[in-house]
Each structure stands twice: as C-alpha cells, then as structure tokens.
C-alpha cells in the first residue's frame, strides 16, 4: 500500500505535496466574531497536519469585512489577522505540510439591498494579492 501513487508526492508549478492527501475545506466556526482567529483553530488544522496529511484547504477566510458569509471565521481582511495566519502556517509547516488559503470575498460585499451591483462601471474587481494583509503573508 505504501506504493501507493496516494503517497507519493505531487508537484504544481510552485509548490510540491508530500502526498496527495488533502484535508478539504472544513466548516470549523473555531474563531472570533471579529473575524480574529483562535488556539482552538490553530490546534483543529494541527490534527490533520500531524496526521500526516499533504496539504490542508483553509476554510472560507474573508479578505473584506462586508463579505463574510458565517461569523467566527478567521478574516484577512487587516494588518491585525497577520499574527494569527502566520502562526497557523508556520505551525503547520513545521509538520511537513502545506496550507493552502481559500480566500473569499462574498457576492453580499458587492451587492445593495436591492440586489444591484455597487461596483463602478470599468472599474477592476479587488483580488487577494492586491491586499495589505495578503501580501504580507507572500
């Protein structure tokens, strides 16, 4: 079984999985109301780090305050979130696993109460990379 192709590793254009097992996107309200993040949520992802998965698929991080779709999920949508998201991936890391993000940034951020767009005309979307908080983590 060890031969597995599940075990063996599994390379993108930047970045190489040890394995090909990947915790998927979990729904784990662990964190604050305020969007800053938890032990508790550090401790959940470290489960499946230490297990021995390739990579773990954040759950929904919010990169704006108006688009969230839950509460208590960890944003990065701030300066402030950085100390949190750092030390999830850095801990992560350590145990020989990748942490892929799953920025999101709901429809409710760019829709009014009437359901229209609030985006000028021409203008470009915001994307993560274009973020403070997500460029401090590159």
């Known amino acids: 079984m060890i031969d597995s192709i599940v075990f063996q590793p599994l ?18 309200r662990f964190n604050n109301y305020d969007g800053t993040g938890t032990r508790i949520h550090i401790n959940w992802d470290l489960k499946f780090a230490r297990g ?21 999920y960890a944003h990065i949508d701030r300066d402030e979130t950085i ?3 750092r030390e999830l991936v850095d801990e992560v890391h350590e145990q020989g696993c990748k942490y892929i993000s799953s920025n999101s940034r709901s429809r409710a951020a760019n829709a009014t109460s009437a359901g229209s767009s609030t985006r ?19």
């Open 11 to 28: 390379a993108f254009r930047h970045l190489t999985i040890k394995n090909r097992v990947l915790r998927s996107s979990l729904a784990g």
């Open 83 to 85: 100390p949190f998201w």
């Open 52 to 72: 021995g998965v390739g990579a773990i698929i954040s759950s929904n991080a919010p990169v704006h305050p108006r688009g969230i779709i839950v509460p208590n």
């Open 120 to 138: 000028r005309a021409g203008a470009r979307p915001t994307s993560p990379s274009r973020s403070t908080a997500w460029s401090a983590l590159r």
